[in-house]
């Protein structure tokens, strides 16, 4: 077989690519490393799209939650790894898990089933230096190809662990205790929100961070060493009472308009993406428990009632500087024949990898076909999520991101909470119906995955 593209890494993002590829026609070699004596620190298998950890893919809500929407609209795209985790579901209320074996045996089944991919079990060391690839090779990038990436992309924009610092809805952040401004601000600049602390809030929470139920490290996480550049806040805390205020918490130069005077200490948020809807609570990264997370920092003034777009975390996580690196269409400024996808790109979770992996593959195959699509609208949870990957994140503190309402243009009209998502998803629709009619006709159709029937016929017309 003549191959038309190169997809680097079976897992959910490269299988999916390689199945929106292989529908529309075009010829795919799927490298998969497991398989081949390699693995990596997660995985247990050699089966396409493992689930390494949760069986969860989350809300299956397409009304109220934005991943139940993303969800909604891949089905809609004839996504692969919706297609089977639908068919392979287990009862999770409104979630949508899944058989972890039957759904990774079935999307290997119909990958190793496709008469246009050849799946070879190899690992690659390097990026292809022609042809279309797409690299998607996750979180655990084997360290040889990492090195290849970091040499292309220059390595301060391949990072190899998260910091996540909890990230806050703008809109459920009270204003009346916080206010804008930055350091010394002589009034130009505002640039942060600022949640002042006295001492006795200060040293409460202070007491909370050393009590709270951490998350333990994993051994192979434990061994890492990004330990000093990306302190957790709670073992600072550690390192003395007063070390956060020295620290990221240090309120100097930020006059309290309603006492004129420097709080004892201040937790500071920075806007983290170009809406202005996230904030990301600034020196924040945490291996604290989830639900620890969300009682203590809810006693920080002016974030008693902060609904957590993310919350924070530290892991083991290759990414590159995608909001830097990667064109609106995923492909590498630098060397545009290559795409990324999936987890590697910045987003996170199986879910939104998955999601990334089957833009990656539809734009592709419009690039083989010779028919180039638009991205889908920033209206829709599959444009959301590209446009933030792609540049509307902050490059300089950019970190991994699941799909949320935050990334979406904001909804003009003030509505309540509930109404509001509701305007979210019904708005989505109507973008997603309008960017699939828009469409040229070669492309229109996407893939209908059968999984329990045999593979159907390629929706495309096969590239010429
Ligand atoms: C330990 C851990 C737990 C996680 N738990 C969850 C969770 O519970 N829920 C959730 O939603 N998300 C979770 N994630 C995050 C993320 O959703 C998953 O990692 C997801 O699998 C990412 O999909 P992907 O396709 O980008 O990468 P992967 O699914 O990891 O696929 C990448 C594939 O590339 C292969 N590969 C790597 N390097 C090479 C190479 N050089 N040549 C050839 N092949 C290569 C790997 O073997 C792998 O099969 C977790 C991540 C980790 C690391």
Not at 176 to 193: F, P, Q, V
């Amino acid at each position: 077989m003549r191959h038309e593209v190169h997809i680097i890494g079976g897992g959910l993002a490269g299988a999916e690519a390689a199945w929106q590829l292989a529908e529309a026609g075009v010829q795919v070699r799927l490298s998969e490393m497991r398989g081949s004596g390699e693995t990596t620190a997660a995985h247990h298998t050699d089966r396409l799209a493992e689930l390494v950890c949760s069986n969860s893919f989350r809300s299956d809500d397409a009304e109220r939650n934005a991943v139940g929407l993303l969800h909604a609209e891949m089905r809609s795209l004839g996504s692969l790894i919706l297609a089977c985790g639908d068919a392979h579901k287990v009862p999770a209320g409104s979630a949508l898990a899944v058989d972890r074996d039957g759904f990774s045996e079935a999307v290997t089944e119909k990958i190793a089933s496709h008469p246009n991919i050849d799946i070879v079990r190899e690992r690659v060391d390097a990026l292809p230096l022609s042809g279309l690839a797409i690299v998607a090779t996750g979180p655990l990038t084997a360290a040889t190809l990492a090195q290849s990436i970091g040499a292309e992309t220059g390595s301060d924009a391949l990072a190899f662990f998260d910091a996540i610092a909890p990230i806050i809805h703008r809109e459920s952040i009270d204003m009346d205790i916080c206010w804008m401004a930055s350091r010394w601000d002589k009034g130009e600049t505002k640039d942060y929100i600022n949640c002042p602390m006295t001492k006795e809030q200060y040293l409460a929470f202070h007491q909370g961070l050393l009590d709270g139920e951490k998350t333990e490290f994993r051994e192979w996480e434990e061994s890492t060493p990004y330990f000093e550049g990306c302190m957790p806040i709670e073992v600072a805390a550690v390192r003395g009472v007063d070390t956060l205020r020295y620290g990221p918490m240090k309120p100097v130069g930020l006059d309290d308009p309603k006492t004129g005077r420097w709080p004892y200490a201040v937790v500071q948020l920075r806007q983290d993406n170009a809406l202005g809807t996230l904030w990301n609570m600034v020196g924040f990264q945490t291996k604290l428990k989830h639900a620890e997370q969300v009682r203590l920092f809810r006693t920080i003034p002016g974030l008693a009632n902060a609904r957590f777009a993310r919350l924070g975390g530290l892991h083991r996580n290759t990414f590159i500087n995608s909001p830097r690196l990667l064109d609106a269409f995923l492909r590498l400024k630098s060397a545009p024949h290559i795409r990324f996808a999936g987890q590697i790109t910045g987003c996170e979770g199986y879910v939104e990898s998955a999601a990334v992996g089957l833009l990656a593959g539809r734009f592709t195959a419009a690039d083989a076909l010779g028919v180039p699509i638009p991205p889908p609208p920033p209206e829709t949870a599959l444009g959301a999520l590209l446009g933030h990957i792609t540049g509307g994140a902050d490059a300089e503190t950019y970190q991994p991101m699941n799909v949320n309402f935050g990334l979406f243009p904001p909804i003009a009209e003030r509505t309540k909470k509930a109404e509001r998502k509701a305007l979210y998803t019904s708005r989505a629709r109507e973008a997603l119906a309008r960017w699939q009619a828009a469409l040229p006709s070669r492309v229109r159709e996407g893939p209908r995955a059968e999984v329990d029937g045999s593979c159907p016929a390629p929706a495309f017309e096969p590239a010429p």
